[in-house]
């Protein structure tokens, strides 16, 4: 899977401060994923794009700000009003709609809270 | 929407003995069902995958089976080794409308020598 990056590795935000995770993929992939992962838990969705300069809310989204304005790129924004940012965070991607080719990830962002 | 249990939340087992770790999902248009094995701190990997219109997929030591009436899965690693202790994930997603994968809650599975 390294044709995803994610950067940077490890990250730390203070009180009210925006903070904006990065990915990157060379695989031309049309579809991008960010996901949350807790200590202990699954992942759960905050947004995932299927085309450039398109994108849609996954199922936890609130305090979260994506764009896609190329192909290769999906950062994440963590805002201030998302009050417990302090996790890992997984980008993915695939082939899109109706691929038969599975999601690879990147080697994820840990957030912290200084 | 999509919700995927997984079950047992953690497993030991002797070297060399078999763990299968179940799951279920909810929505009966889901057909496929991807496993991932996470190491610590690390990204999950792909380890195996079936689609709805198969019902067994086998890669060495490692099987998954699909029930689609009862809508369950499950993993089977058989012979297991040390360097299968880690956690596994489940889950589900509906090919045809977008690729967005339903996470059951994971599996940590830990392999005694």
Redesign the interface.
């Known amino acids: 899977d390294g044709g995803i990056t994610q950067s940077p590795k490890y990250l730390f935000r203070k009180e009210g401060q925006n903070v904006t995770l990065s990915c990157e993929q060379n695989l031309n992939h049309d579809a991008m994923y960010w996901y949350r992962q807790d200590p202990g838990q699954g992942l759960r969705l905050i947004y995932y794009s299927q085309i450039v300069n398109d994108f849609q809310k996954g199922d936890i989204a609130e305090g979260y700000s994506v764009s896609r304005e190329k192909k290769e790129s999906f950062p994440l924004t963590v805002t201030s009003a998302q009050k417990n940012p302090t996790a890992f965070y997984l980008c993915a991607s695939d082939r899109g709609q109706g691929s038969n080719q599975p999601q690879h990830f990147g080697d994820g962002t840990r957030l912290s809270i200084l | 929407?999509e919700n995927v249990e997984?079950h047992p939340s953690t497993l030991s087992v002797q070297e060399g003995d078999s763990a299968v770790i179940k799951c279920t999902y909810s929505d009966s248009a889901s057909n496929y069902f991807?496993w991932y094995k996470q190491e610590l701190?690390?990204?999950?990997?792909?380890i195996i995958?079936i689609?709805s219109n198969v019902g067994e997929k086998k890669d060495q030591r490692i099987a998954v089976t699909l029930n689609k009436t009862a809508k369950h899965f499950s993993l089977h690693i058989t012979e297991t080794q040390p360097e299968d202790s880690a956690v596994y994930?489940c889950a589900a997603s509906i090919?045809?409308?977008?690729?967005?994968?339903?996470?059951?809650?994971?599996t940590r599975l830990m392999v005694k020598p």
Do not use: V
């Not at chain 2, 090919?95 to 994971?106: H, K």
């Open positions: 929407g997984q991807p701190g690390k990204r999950p990997q792909l995958d689609r994930f090919r045809s409308a977008g690729n967005m994968l339903t996470f059951g809650g994971g």
